[in-house]
């Protein structure tokens, strides 16, 4: 079993739909990341949390230490939302080791 | 725009051939991470420099090796190459090392291996 665990792996939208994508670990985490990976591969870092809530823009990201979860939601989606977006933990013991999901591949459509 | 460079954007080499990808970070960040994204493995860490030492190794294959030089860019070294070594290359940079500190990464646009 994986360390992080994504899902769903797939998900398409119509545009304007609110999205909800799910990241569970199995370890002791000092932070979580997550990350947007466009088609032509580059990889953005769209939030780094360890407890509580972030928001920018129409994405807002949460997590519960207690439960090990942490959740993605992409309010009023958009076309230009279509990525795979994928959560990554640092470990308590090694904080500088990013462990990752398989990622989630978003499609929107107009 | 990260900040983070990486050359070459893409290379195509046989197998048993060495090839060198290259990692500028962003200016003032000490740490470069090295990271290996195949489509059956995902995305793995490979190695981390923190002003010019080691500082963490992960899933990094004898065949591989890593330094980071006083101006701080970093080579990833990459040798007896296989099919399976086929894959995108990610170099990403942090201001710090490590610890309980902040350590935001900033990926770079990564380097597409294709070894035929």
């Known amino acids: 079993k994986n360390e992080v665990e994504q899902s769903p792996q797939n998900l398409t939208a119509q545009e304007g739909e609110f999205i909800t994508i799910n990241c569970s670990y199995s370890v002791g985490i000092s932070a979580l990341h997550w990350l947007q990976q466009h088609p032509g591969g580059g990889i953005v870092s769209l939030f780094m949390l360890s407890s509580g809530k972030k928001k920018h823009g129409r994405l807002i990201a949460t997590i519960n230490i207690q439960e090990k979860h942490s959740s993605l939601h992409i309010t009023a989606s958009h076309p230009r939302d279509s990525a795979v977006y994928i959560c990554?933990?640092?470990?308590?013991?090694?904080?500088?080791?990013?462990?990752f999901g398989t990622g989630t591949r978003l499609q929107v459509f107009p | 725009d990260s900040g983070v460079t990486q050359t070459p954007k893409h290379l195509i080499t046989a197998t048993g051939q060495r090839v060198t990808l290259r990692c500028s970070p962003r200016s003032g960040d000490l740490s470069v991470y090295w990271y290996q994204q195949s489509l059956d493995q995902g995305l793995q860490f490979l190695i981390q420099y923190y002003n010019g030492e080691e500082r963490a190794k992960g899933n990094i294959l004898e065949r591989f090796s890593a330094q980071q030089f006083p101006d701080l860019h970093s080579e990833l070294n990459l040798s007896s190459l296989e099919l399976g070594d086929s894959a995108l290359y990610f170099c990403a940079s942090s201001v710090g090392g490590g610890g309980a500190s902040y350590n935001e990464q900033f990926f770079g646009p990564g380097t597409r291996l294709t070894v035929l």
């Open positions: 990554a933990v640092r470990t308590l013991y090694n904080t500088d080791k990013l462990i």
